[in-house]
């Protein structure tokens, strides 16, 4: 695989061209593995093509490497995104146990960051799931402060959309629809990663069914 055939898939991704930037990150890693930026582009187009299992297996290796490097911050987003896969899987004990490792990665970190945010919006979700709306829009809102401090709007998206569907959830439609209406501002501009913007979607359409 020469530097070339690296470079047009990650041209590929860029353009979103999900398939073709699969086919050909994969072709790379088979010849050499890929560095964590690349294994990261790899998990995203595997995911967005419909490939869960390969995207989680990819995160995994992008979380180890990232870890062996000393790169915790990063490992512990990386294993968010695995979460991420996991939890829109319907995969909750795997996801449990990613989030319990995740969140133990920044025991030792030194004030607040991103990615604790990252790690409250699974948590917020789970307990959208579990039917406790009250407690999924506390959580979200916490994670959407974090985002807003530290400049990370696919987590503001993520966490505000939670927020919006909470509020739908607990009778407070006009409210909700609202605050859904503003996160989608920022998907229509293009401003969040295509993981989030899709996730954002179907769930805004599935709050308007609702």
Do not use: K
Request: net charge negative.
């Amino acid at each position: 695989m020469t530097a070339e055939a690296l470079a047009r898939a990650r041209e590929f991704f860029e353009r979103r061209a999900w398939a073709d930037a699969f086919v050909g990150l994969s072709a790379a890693d088979r010849e050499a593995p890929l560095e964590p930026e690349d294994l990261e582009r790899l998990a995203t187009a595997a995911y967005l093509i419909g490939r869960d299992e390969e995207s989680v297996d990819v995160w995994e290796r992008a979380h180890r490497e990232l870890l062996n490097s000393g790169d915790v911050l990063r490992a512990a987003r990386s294993a968010g995104w695995l979460v991420f896969v996991l939890l829109n899987g319907g995969e909750f004990a795997r996801a449990a146990g990613w989030l319990a490792r995740a969140r133990r990665l920044l025991d030792d970190f030194q004030g607040d960051c991103a990615e604790r945010g990252h790690l409250l919006v699974p948590e917020a979700f789970q307990h959208a799931v579990e039917g406790d709306w009250p407690g999924a829009h506390a959580i979200s809102g916490r994670a959407a402060e974090l985002g807003v401090r530290f400049g990370d709007i696919d987590l503001v998206t993520l966490a505000r959309n939670i927020q919006g569907r909470a509020l739908i959830a607990q009778g407070q439609t006009v409210e909700g629809m609202t605050l859904l209406d503003e996160v989608m501002v920022g998907v229509m501009a293009d401003d969040v990663s295509e993981i989030v913007a899709g996730a954002v979607y179907c769930s805004v359409i599935e709050a308007c069914q609702e």
